[in-house]
């Protein structure tokens, strides 16, 4: 009798080994791979332009704002929302104040920006190429905005354009 119940515990043994690996090398393996598809990243949202980058950054494109430009880069952990145009010199300033930046707008020597190249890609000149560009940026979860505590980063760049109109540049993830 020892000598079945010992050969039983051995069998079945055995047959919850081979199940397990047989479970095992079914999960390892590549299901469907002709299906799968990767996508590469980053890359630009179609479709997605202005109004999408000013809704995620809850501001309003001024009125009477021209060459407003925006779009989104999707990248795999968060993605870059991009909007830009021209506008008066106040109403630019009163934009940048209503975002609650970290310090005030200041002129500074700019080498990198958030957005990378982003703003080449909307057919426009880069916030650090632009001479005497000042830049800020704003936290909103760090000051308690609830309008935009979604948002992580804004980066905030104002340079000249023609006569009393600058450029906005606003770059938020």
């Given at each position: 009798?020892?000598?079945r119940h010992g050969s039983l515990k051995g069998l079945v043994a055995v047959s919850v080994a081979a199940i397990a690996s047989g479970l095992l090398l079914i999960a390892c393996a590549p299901t469907q791979p002709e299906r799968v598809t990767r996508k590469e990243y980053p890359y630009w949202?179609?479709?997605?332009?202005a109004p999408e980058a000013a809704e995620f950054m809850k501001v309003q494109i001024p009125v009477g704002a021209t060459e407003v430009k925006g779009a989104v880069r999707v990248q795999p952990q968060e993605n870059v929302y991009l909007l830009s145009f021209v506008t008066e010199v106040r109403t630019a300033e009163s934009m940048v104040d209503d975002l609650r930046p970290d310090h005030p707008l200041e002129a500074v020597k700019v080498t990198s920006s958030l957005s990378g190249d982003g703003f080449k890609h909307l057919g426009i000149k880069l916030p650090q190429e632009v001479e005497g560009v000042r830049v800020a940026s704003?936290?909103?979860p760090c000051?308690?905005?609830s309008r935009r505590?979604?948002?992580q980063g804004i980066e905030i760049h104002v340079g000249g354009a023609a006569?009393?109109?600058v450029r906005v540049y606003l770059a938020a993830f």
């Amino acid at each position: 009798m020892k000598r079945r119940h010992g050969s039983l515990k051995g069998l079945v043994a055995v047959s919850v080994a081979a199940i397990a690996s047989g479970l095992l090398l079914i999960a390892c393996a590549p299901t469907q791979p002709e299906r799968v598809t990767r996508k590469e990243y980053p890359y630009w949202k179609v479709g997605a332009g202005a109004p999408e980058a000013a809704e995620f950054m809850k501001v309003q494109i001024p009125v009477g704002a021209t060459e407003v430009k925006g779009a989104v880069r999707v990248q795999p952990q968060e993605n870059v929302y991009l909007l830009s145009f021209v506008t008066e010199v106040r109403t630019a300033e009163s934009m940048v104040d209503d975002l609650r930046p970290d310090h005030p707008l200041e002129a500074v020597k700019v080498t990198s920006s958030l957005s990378g190249d982003g703003f080449k890609h909307l057919g426009i000149k880069l916030p650090q190429e632009v001479e005497g560009v000042r830049v800020a940026s704003a936290c909103p979860p760090c000051v308690g905005d609830s309008r935009r505590s979604h948002i992580q980063g804004i980066e905030i760049h104002v340079g000249g354009a023609a006569g009393s109109r600058v450029r906005v540049y606003l770059a938020a993830f």
